[in-house]
C-alpha cells in the first residue's frame, strides 16, 4: 500500500541529494516561486514569508523586462516557459562560490522540488531559451550547461532556430 508523503518532506530528501553533489556554497534553500520576472529572474518566498530576487546562474535569456533595452529575439518565448516551469512552484536553490550579485540578487542554480527534482538552468538551456553565461567562481555547472547548449544549437531549438546568430 502507498502512503502519502508530505512534499515538505519530499523537498527535504531531494535537496539533500542535491547538496551532496552541489558545489561548496552550502546547503540548498527551499522556496517557493513568488514571481517570475523573465526567463533568468524570480522572486521566491521563503516559509517565513519573506522574498528575494533570484538570478539563475549560468544561464541568460533574452531580455524582456528592462526599459532601457529592446525585448530580445525569443525573450517572450523564454519568459512564458519560464512562467509556465516555475510560477507557483517550490524550488530548491543550490548556491555557488558567491550568493549574491551587484544588485543583491540571490545566485543559485534552480531545481524544482521533487522525488526526481528537475535541473531548471540546465532545462531552460536545453530547451533553447538561455544561453549559458558563466562569471567566475560560479563555475559548478559550466561543463554541463556548456553541452546542453551545444545541443540546443546544432538541434536548432528555440531561439538557435527563431533568431539570427
Same mark, same amino acid.
Given at each position: 500500500?502507498?502512503?502519502?508523503v508530505p512534499?515538505?518532506a519530499i523537498?527535504c530528501?531531494a535537496?539533500?541529494?542535491?547538496?551532496?553533489?552541489?558545489?561548496a556554497?552550502?546547503p540548498p534553500r527551499i522556496?517557493?516561486?513568488?514571481t517570475?520576472?523573465?526567463?533568468?529572474?524570480i522572486?521566491?518566498?521563503?516559509?517565513?514569508?519573506?522574498e528575494?530576487a533570484?538570478r539563475l546562474l549560468g544561464i541568460?535569456?533574452?531580455?524582456t523586462?528592462?526599459p532601457?533595452?529592446?525585448v530580445g529575439c525569443?525573450g517572450?518565448?523564454?519568459?512564458g516557459y519560464a512562467?509556465?516551469l =516555475? !510560477? @507557483?512552484?517550490?524550488?530548491?536553490? /543550490?548556491?555557488? #562560490?558567491?550568493?549574491?550579485d551587484? &544588485?543583491g540578487r540571490? $545566485?543559485?542554480?534552480?531545481? =524544482? !522540488? @521533487?522525488?526526481?527534482p528537475v535541473f /531548471?538552468n540546465? #532545462?531552460?538551456?536545453?530547451?533553447g &531559451?538561455?544561453r549559458? $553565461?558563466?562569471?567566475p567562481?560560479n563555475?559548478a555547472h559550466?561543463?554541463?550547461?556548456?553541452?546542453?547548449?551545444t545541443?540546443?544549437?546544432?538541434?536548432?531549438?528555440?531561439l538557435w532556430g527563431a533568431?539570427?546568430?
Amino acid at each position: 500500500m502507498d502512503r502519502w508523503v508530505p512534499p515538505a518532506a519530499i523537498a527535504c530528501a531531494a535537496a539533500a541529494a542535491i547538496w551532496l553533489a552541489a558545489p561548496a556554497g552550502g546547503p540548498p534553500r527551499i522556496a517557493s516561486v513568488a514571481t517570475v520576472v523573465d526567463g533568468d529572474t524570480i522572486v521566491i518566498r521563503s516559509p517565513a514569508g519573506d522574498e528575494d530576487a533570484v538570478r539563475l546562474l549560468g544561464i541568460d535569456t533574452p531580455e524582456t523586462v528592462d526599459p532601457d533595452e529592446p525585448v530580445g529575439c525569443y525573450g517572450p518565448e523564454a519568459s512564458g516557459y519560464a512562467k509556465r516551469l =516555475l !510560477a @507557483g512552484r517550490v524550488v530548491l536553490l /543550490v548556491y555557488d #562560490r558567491e550568493h549574491r550579485d551587484m &544588485y543583491g540578487r540571490l $545566485l543559485a542554480y534552480v531545481y =524544482l !522540488a @521533487g522525488s526526481r527534482p528537475v535541473f /531548471v538552468n540546465r #532545462r531552460l538551456v536545453a530547451g533553447g &531559451y538561455a544561453r549559458t $553565461l558563466v562569471f567566475p567562481p560560479n563555475v559548478a555547472h559550466r561543463d554541463e550547461l556548456s553541452r546542453a547548449e551545444t545541443a540546443a544549437a546544432l538541434a536548432g531549438r528555440g531561439l538557435w532556430g527563431a533568431c539570427p546568430t
